[in-house]
């Protein structure tokens, strides 16, 4: 299907695993980004990549790791959970870095 | 530091028009977003503006003024779908997206 989708839509997860959020777009766009949307603050940036290969921390980078090997994935690896990654987390793309984001359906993530 | 504030809730009536306001603070600027998103989903794209004035799209419009670093999204003749957050985001001198934690919009019949 086209579009951009997440993966798992819903993920519950122990302290210290290693988790991965899956995210792949079928429009080739350049740009591609990790939000978290937690209550009370508006969506911040983990990372984004303008090109495979090519990937730049944003505002909360700290305890993930991304990897854009393909144009059309962008997964996202927390690398030892904790409680305070528990939000939802959305994938966007973009054709450039001034056009209108696309945003996948989000996974909500909790750790325990 | 970088910043965008926008009130955290408003209540309007069904047929109405309300105003969201938005106002920012951004090393630089290259334009500003508006989405809206509906609880428990993904936020959808509504406008773009990186000139001063109105752009309007159907029942909805989006203003800019770059001087002020001020926007705004006019919504008329509401409908119960439209109760829903709007979120504002504006882009730096980087090209970074700076968002606001959005206006919860509730529509009452």
């Known amino acids: 299907d086209a579009g951009i989708t997440q993966s798992p839509r819903y993920k519950i997860t122990e302290t210290g695993r290693q988790v991965t959020l899956m995210c792949h777009q079928t429009w080739s766009h350049s740009y591609m980004f990790w939000y978290r949307q937690d209550l009370g603050h508006g969506l911040r940036l983990i990372y984004y990549?303008?090109?495979?290969?090519?990937?730049d921390k944003g505002e909360v980078p700290d305890g993930y790791v991304v990897s854009r090997s393909k144009t059309e994935n962008f997964p996202l690896t927390l690398e030892s959970a904790t409680r305070s990654q528990t939000s939802v987390y959305f994938c966007?793309?973009?054709?450039?870095?001034?056009?209108?984001?696309?945003f996948g359906q989000g996974t909500r993530l909790t750790v325990v | 530091g970088q910043n965008i504030d926008q009130p955290t809730e408003m209540t309007a009536t069904e047929g109405a028009i309300v105003q969201i306001n938005c106002t920012y603070q951004t090393s630089g600027f290259n334009g500003l977003f508006w989405y809206q998103q509906h609880a428990g989903e993904a936020p959808t794209f509504l406008s773009y503006?990186?000139l001063d004035g109105l752009e309007e799209k159907g029942r909805f419009s989006s203003f800019l003024s770059r001087s002020k670093g001020y926007s705004y999204l006019l919504l008329k003749e509401l409908q119960m779908k439209d109760s829903a957050s709007y979120l504002c985001?504006?882009?730096?001198?980087?090209?970074?997206?700076?968002w606001g934690a959005g206006t919860k919009l509730i529509i009452k019949p």
């Open positions: 990549s303008a090109a495979a290969d090519i990937t």
């Open positions: 503006n990186v």
């Open positions: 985001a504006a882009l730096d001198s980087n090209y970074q997206l700076i």
């Open positions: 966007a793309s973009s054709r450039t870095e001034n056009t209108e984001a696309f």
